[in-house]
């Protein structure tokens, strides 16, 4: 369940962003105005628009992560070294793109756009699966697929690197294990944002 963890507690956030790449007028209040305009009219549960369809690829993305990373580590790329590291991380993120989060961001992308539409069509997350599919055929559920693959392997051959480097070098400070695996993993993933944002930003109006 660590991947619906995760999701639960970031997609407030990822709600806020998507809302601010999809919408000129809304990105002009800022991260702080769309987050109080979004609160006023809607409450908390604004916020987890679209949310259905993270959840719900959200284990299966973490096996094909964790499960490629593994693979390239052990079979394919066994020495232990940063180079080995990032393309170990570059086969994960590119293995989770494809297979979970090309469409699982496409159809999470289309339902929050959708849900902030005058006349929304989509029910709930399989409806919109369905109508997306019936619409637009299977590859409807796969635009953008190119600037994800690249984002998701970037950001993951990135986070693996520092998350593990820096663990190393804070080890010899903190004792704690947990302190220093959550301190390691929150500067692992403000640097893979910092790098992937650019392409976070074309991959969402694609």
């Known amino acids: ?18 809302v601010m ?9 800022g991260m702080v105005g769309t987050i109080k305009k979004t609160f006023g009219e809607r409450g908390i549960l604004g916020f987890y628009r ?7 690829f959200s284990v299966p993305k973490n096996q094909v992560r964790f499960g490629t990373y593994t693979f390239m580590q052990t079979s ?3 020495e232990r070294n940063k180079a080995n590291n990032f ?6 993120g590119a293995s989770e793109a494809v297979f979970v989060v090309t469409p699982q961001e496409t159809i999470k992308t289309k339902l929050i756009h959708d849900k902030l539409s005058e006349n929304p069509q989509y029910k709930n997350v399989f409806h919109g699966i369905k109508t997306i599919v019936g619409n637009h055929g299977f590859g409807g559920i796969y635009k953008g697929v190119v600037p994800t693959v690249l984002k998701q392997s970037t950001n993951q051959g990135v986070r693996f ?20 695996d959550f301190l390691s993993g929150g500067f692992a993933g403000f640097c893979s944002v910092m790098f992937n944002n650019p392409i976070d930003v074309v991959k969402t109006n694609l």
């Open 76 to 78: 394919v790329l066994p």
């Open 161 to 180: 690197v520092v998350f593990e480097d820096t663990q190393k070098r804070l080890s010899q400070y903190i004792k704690y294990k947990m302190l220093c």
């Open 87 to 92: 393309l170990c991380g570059l086969a994960a």
């Open 21 to 29: 790449q999809l919408n000129p007028e809304i990105n002009k209040l």
């Open 1 to 18: 369940m660590t991947g619906a963890i995760e999701i639960t507690c970031t997609y407030p956030t990822e709600y806020t962003k998507t």
């Open 50 to 56: 679209g949310y259905g369809a993270l959840l719900l």
